[in-house]
């Protein structure tokens, strides 16, 4: 059972609910505008599903609800950030505002962030880059969940990996991917429902690839060795950047406990201007995707699409008809409301 629900609606639940567990509102709120935002995009996995999680972990003091952060300007380009353990989504938005600041001073902005949480969907960073007339990198590692190409046990993680650009008269050019043939929030949907895999996706405690989601250890990489590799880049920008564990010594997601994760995030702005006019940017981006789509799809295909239009028609669908809350979301919420004090109705 799927209960489509207003956006507002759905901000003003979160926001009684963070304020609720005392995190201040300027803490709070990137986190509710980034999964909203995240699940208009039609990316449910990573969207207001989490919700429930995150209060969890801020109510078992995995994460911290009343940060302290560190800037440290390390060049005129570059910048670190000690997120003192606090949202990812927050400190995350923060992080790219600071790059996209640095970028219109010297054509590019780099910042790194260490000592952070669950980074959320890597689009919601990469956005703020392109709504901001420059093109974004948004990275994250994470932990073992990815075996190596051509091994059978777990090493790198999904390692999020995300690239957007501007566009006239419609949303960004968003590629905003797990580095993983599937994600694991994906996978753990999958669970839920029972929903079989597509061979290949994962490999069970044997070695073997499997459907059953529920048999899954490890995940596979995408492309084979290419995806593998740049698994690998994302770790090195992550946590050989910045000092943070890697791979099997990151803390897992699940179970819940109260160990913080110490994960690591990379974000990159890059000023259009200091290369090319914006509007001849945009314009020729708008060009380049309108030739794409109006290609003659290959048998089994109703279209040929650039990468970002699904998301793009569900935003608009969703805006209007409301965000799908499945009824396993609906029950988390309901779950996690009376540990807060609070009693919901969704």
Request: aromatic share 8%; net charge positive.
């Amino acid at each position: 059972m799927t209960k489509s629900i207003r956006k507002e609606k759905i901000k003003k639940l979160l926001g009684t609910l963070f304020k609720k567990i005392k995190v201040r509102k300027e803490i709070y709120s990137p986190v509710i505008d980034g999964l909203i935002e995240t699940s208009l995009r039609g990316v449910d996995s990573h969207g207001i599903r989490l919700a429930p999680h995150y209060l969890e972990a801020t109510l078992l003091g995995r994460i911290n609800p009343d940060p302290q952060f560190e800037f440290s300007q390390t060049r005129a380009s570059t910048m670190k950030i000690d997120a003192d353990n606090t949202y990812g989504i927050t400190v995350s938005t923060i992080g790219m505002n600071k790059a996209v600041k640095m970028a219109r001073k010297t054509g590019v902005g780099v910042v790194s962030i260490y000592n952070s949480s669950h980074f959320g969907a890597a689009g919601i960073y990469g956005q703020i880059a392109a709504e901001n007339d420059m093109i974004g990198f948004s990275m994250t590692h994470v932990e073992d969940l990815v075996a190596p190409y051509g091994g059978t046990k777990p090493f790198f993680g999904t390692n999020a990996y995300c690239f957007t650009a501007p566009m006239a008269d419609e949303r960004p050019f968003i590629l905003d991917m797990a580095t993983s043939a599937i994600s694991f929030n994906m996978l753990r949907m999958h669970q839920s429902k029972i929903k079989a895999l597509k061979l290949g996706l994962a490999i069970d405690k044997h070695g073997k690839f499997t459907i059953n989601p529920n048999e899954a250890v490890t995940l596979t990489p995408f492309g084979g060795y290419k995806g593998y590799g740049i698994q690998a880049q994302v770790e090195i920008l992550c946590s050989m950047l910045t000092g943070m564990p890697f791979g099997p010594f990151i803390t897992h997601m699940f179970p819940l406990t109260m160990e913080k994760r110490r994960l690591a995030h990379f974000l990159m702005a890059i000023d259009i201007e200091a290369f090319i006019d914006i509007k001849t940017f945009k314009k020729r981006m708008k060009e380049m995707a309108e030739i794409v789509r109006k290609m003659t799809p290959s048998e089994g295909f109703s279209e040929v699409r650039l990468a970002g239009d699904r998301s793009k028609r569900e935003y608009i669908k969703r805006l209007k008809e409301g965000i799908p809350i499945t009824k396993e979301t609906i029950d988390d919420f309901q779950r996690v409301a009376p540990k807060i004090g609070l009693e919901i109705n969704l």
